[in-house]
């Protein structure tokens, strides 16, 4: 009696064995690159038939492993779509981001963006230029930047950024060569998560300018924004805050609507730490005490350099008959 046979013939398909490294799992893009992805949108013109988008590439850096990438930097390409042809201007892109580097060589083309948050048939020809012509062997980064809704009105910028695997038969196997297929390359795209990195500076600088965009003249008068008035306005947004979370909690404990387990857990970490309570007067010594030391150490900082360049005079002095001999 013979048992079944299975037998299974190995297909004449080339499978190209990839020795990128997995794509990142985190992806930060620093506040000066945020404001020129903003800045692209403008850029984007309805009248413009030949692109439906405005894009550019990414620069920034890789953590060792590649867990973790930082976007620094960023350029618009010009490029054309016409049916289904796509032209990118490839020389500009070189000569642009060789003329970045110059300046921070520490900088890697890491990706490309678009101001049209839609994956379509374009946005494989775009990944596909970019995976082999700038990120080799890693896969670039593909970051989405939407400033409408559906109805056409501007609102805040949503950044979605993702990841791509090609997908289907590699360009270059045997059985695309025998088909007579010019296949370009199919990706599947997979989001990834994002983060904005701004430092205490920025974001003051973006609140003065968000009041300035409030007021009619268009301007902010910073005089006499002195320390402790700034520690009063941040109170005050404090105060704030916690009057619009009362009102959140209120609403959450009539039933009214339901509440969010996230926000429940940063208020159960927050009621742990119970900040100490100071006198405002007390605050105030504090404060001017903290005001003093600073101006000591700014006027010994200038004494030392006023020293350190006439003693550089008194150095590079010399006397007549020294210069005669």
């Not at 850029?43 to 620069?59: K, V």
């Not at 892109?93 to 374009?122: A, C, K, M």
């Not at 005490?289 to 008194?314: F, G, P, T």
Request: proline content about 6%; overall charge negative; charged content about 20%.
């Amino acid at each position: 009696m013979s048992s079944p046979i299975l037998h299974i013939v190995k297909p004449n398909v080339a499978t190209p064995v990839s020795s990128a490294p997995v794509g990142p799992v985190k992806v930060v893009i620093q506040a000066p690159a945020l404001m020129q992805l903003i800045d692209a949108v403008y850029m984007d013109n309805e009248e413009n038939l030949t692109q439906s988008r405005t894009i550019g590439t990414l620069l920034g850096t890789r953590s060792d492993d590649g867990s973790e990438l930082e976007i620094k930097e960023c350029f618009i390409v010009p490029h054309k779509e016409e049916a289904d042809q796509l032209t990118i201007e490839e020389s500009y892109h070189i000569s642009t981001y060789q003329l970045l580097r110059r300046v921070n060589p520490e900088l890697l083309i890491v990706g490309w963006f678009s101001t049209n948050p839609v994956l379509d048939s374009f946005t494989g020809l775009f990944q596909e230029f970019y995976s082999k012509s700038s990120c080799f062997p890693h896969q670039p980064i593909h970051l989405t930047l939407q400033s409408k809704d559906d109805n056409g009105d501007i609102i805040s910028p949503i950044l979605k950024t993702y990841i791509s695997s090609p997908v289907g038969l590699p360009s270059g196997s045997s059985l695309v060569n025998q088909l007579g297929i010019d296949k370009i390359g199919s990706y599947a795209f997979t989001p990834v998560p994002n983060e904005i990195a701004y430092s205490n500076s920025e974001l003051n600088t973006l609140k003065y300018l968000n009041k300035g965009v409030k007021s009619d003249s268009r301007t902010v008068d910073l005089t006499g924004h002195d320390e402790l008035k700034q520690i009063l306005a941040s109170v005050s947004d404090v105060s704030s805050l916690l009057d619009t979370l009362k009102a959140y909690v209120d609403k959450v404990t009539a039933g009214e609507i339901q509440g969010d387990q996230n926000v429940g857990k940063s208020l159960l970490e927050s009621l742990n730490t119970q900040p100490s309570s100071i006198d405002p007067a007390q605050m105030q010594i504090m404060l001017q005490n903290h005001i003093d030391d600073a101006s000591l150490v700014e006027y010994l900082a200038s004494c030392v350099k006023q020293q350190l360049d006439l003693s550089a005079k008194l150095t590079n002095f010399m006397t007549p008959e020294e210069s005669a001999k």
